[in-house]
């Protein structure tokens, strides 16, 4: 097992995340507690030391399981993260009460990491909102030493992310980001650890596979891949992109299964960083998989626009939505955006199209936005 230096800690660069647990019939809810813990004594054997869960996992019974599962093993033998879920507005003035639920569900005194979960749009005005108090209940707990590392994950664009950088920064030690070699242009990952590199914030990934997109590809990409390195698997290569960049120290897998554990240990077996070459290759290969609306974001558009919408945002945000197939990133972005800017309050007027330098129907796939969203 490779590990990464944090400070005084050596963690294992790979990490178990524990969003996609084994499941009991496909319910999210119902987790297979025998197989989870095969899974976890397995990671134990093999070297892992970094567990990572959260408030909402498995409709709350994540933690619960992982308290569970965990508690058998030594308390100095592992690395438990979960977060507060600010994902949920609601919860932002409970952050006291959600706090110490959290540490009676994982059966445990202290975390060794906890985030502010999930920066994004929707929520980063409550997060920065002085009134709930979040970031100063969060730093006595750290004086308290009930939590050891305080840090944040983000699935919010860069703007997003500097507000709070620029307020919580200095308190932040590590910083969660959905990152691999699709979204390291497609979502700005690149730019926004660049962002992370001028406040020194070291980085945890999360998604290495896309949601799995990246575990398997077209038969000519992965001929192509099999030219560079006949031994290495598909999504080996995710891995070894992330491998390549020198500011991530742990990358969080969601392993549902003893197999998808043991595949991912021989590939964390060393480090094999990609070259010129090969990283060429690799984001060339996750170009051609993006066959989305060819904005540029020139903005021309915008001022044509009765309603006022941000276009290109909305074009971007549409491209992201389709090529994952839903999800929640799309519906969470337009909760931040006024009912009046959002893609069902575009009229059709087509004002937009005859000065659009792409030649982009942006009525059309406005409308197919919103039936998408539905």
């Known amino acids: 097992m490779v590990y990464k230096d944090f400070q005084d800690l050596k963690l294992s660069a790979l990490g178990m995340g524990t969003m996609r647990l084994p499941l009991i019939d496909g319910r999210d809810e119902q987790i297979d507690e025998e197989k989870a813990a095969e899974i976890i004594g397995r990671a134990f054997e093999k070297g892992i030391n970094y567990f990572d869960t959260a408030w909402g996992y498995h409709g709350g019974n994540s933690e619960l399981v992982m308290g569970k599962l965990l508690e058998k093993y030594p308390r100095d033998s592992f690395y438990l993260a979960t977060k507060f879920p600010g994902y949920d507005l609601a919860n932002m003035p409970k952050v006291k009460e959600i706090f110490d639920k959290q540490l009676e569900k994982c059966r445990v005194d202290y975390f060794d990491f906890y985030l502010f979960h999930n920066v994004c749009e929707m929520n980063i005005d409550a997060y920065l909102d002085e009134q709930y108090g979040i970031d100063r209940y969060l730093m006595k707990q750290k004086e308290n030493g009930r939590i050891r590392h305080l840090g944040f994950s983000a699935h919010g664009e860069y703007d997003v992310m500097k507000r709070f950088l620029e307020k919580y920064g200095d308190h932040m030690e590590f910083c969660q980001l959905q990152i691999n070699y699709i979204d390291w242009n497609f979502q700005e990952a690149k730019r926004k650890v660049e ?26 990409a992965e001929t192509a891949l099999k030219e ?25 897998s969601g392993m549902s299964s003893v197999e998808q554990l043991e595949e991912n240990i021989r590939t964390f077996g060393e480090e094999k960083p990609l070259n010129d070459t090969e990283m060429e290759k690799l984001l060339g290969i996750a170009d051609n998989m993006i066959n989305g609306v060819p904005c540029t974001a020139c903005h021309y558009c915008t001022s044509h626009c009765p309603n006022g919408i941000d276009i290109p945002a909305m074009l971007k945000l549409y491209n992201e939505h389709v090529f994952t197939g839903g999800g929640f990133i799309a519906p969470m972005t337009l909760q931040a955006v006024p009912e009046e800017n959002r893609p069902s309050a575009c009229v059709g007027c087509r004002s937009c199209e005859a000065v659009c330098p792409q030649q982009i129907k942006i009525s059309e796939v406005l409308a197919d936005f919103v039936e998408k969203l539905k």
């Open 228 to 252: 560079l390195r006949p031994e290495e698997t598909v999504p080996a290569w995710a891995f070894r992109f992330l491998q390549s960049l020198p500011e991530v120290k742990v990358i969080l």
């Open 195 to 220: 962002l992370l590199n001028e406040y020194h914030i070291p980085v945890w990934v999360m998604e290495p596979l896309r949601g799995g997109k990246l575990a398997a590809l077209s038969a000519d």
